[in-house]
């Protein structure tokens, strides 16, 4: 089992940034990718950005790409996004994810391993 814990969620107004951080525990060592997803309320899950360890790849969700940054602190088994330039659009609860090998990063039913939920909110 993999255990992950969000943070650094919070409210702030648009233009300003936010690091989360998700620190993972457990039997870390069987997941290769571990991923940031979004939710608001009555809409599905949606990709925000992924680093696959095996590859020292990251991808992202267009809607974040040049604004959100993935980064993964090894030592500390914590993955970050750092979020500048934030939207109201981006008000979510954000999720961390992990999983072992899989093809596709930007599905969440493919992951095995969820934390709790952080919520993000941005004003204008």
């Known amino acids: 089992q993999v255990q992950l814990v969000e943070s650094g969620g919070g409210s702030v107004q648009a233009g300003d940034s936010l690091r989360l951080s998700c620190a993972a525990s457990?039997?870390?060592?069987?997941?290769?990718?571990t991923a940031w997803f979004r939710q608001t309320p009555g809409k599905a899950r949606e990709f925000v950005a992924a680093?696959?360890?095996?590859?020292?790849?990251?991808y992202y969700a267009d809607s974040v790409k040049g604004r959100f940054t993935i980064s993964r602190d090894a030592a500390k088994n914590t993955v970050y996004l750092q979020m500048n330039s934030l939207k109201p659009e981006d008000t979510a609860v954000y999720y961390c994810?992990?999983?072992?090998?899989?093809?596709?990063?930007?599905?969440?039913?493919?992951?095995?391993?969820w934390g709790q939920g952080t919520q993000v909110t941005v004003s204008s």
């Open positions: 680093f696959r360890r095996s590859e020292d790849s990251k």
């Open positions: 457990g039997r870390t060592f069987t997941t290769d990718i």
């Open positions: 994810a992990a999983t072992p090998k899989v093809r596709e990063v930007r599905v969440a039913r493919l992951y095995s391993y």
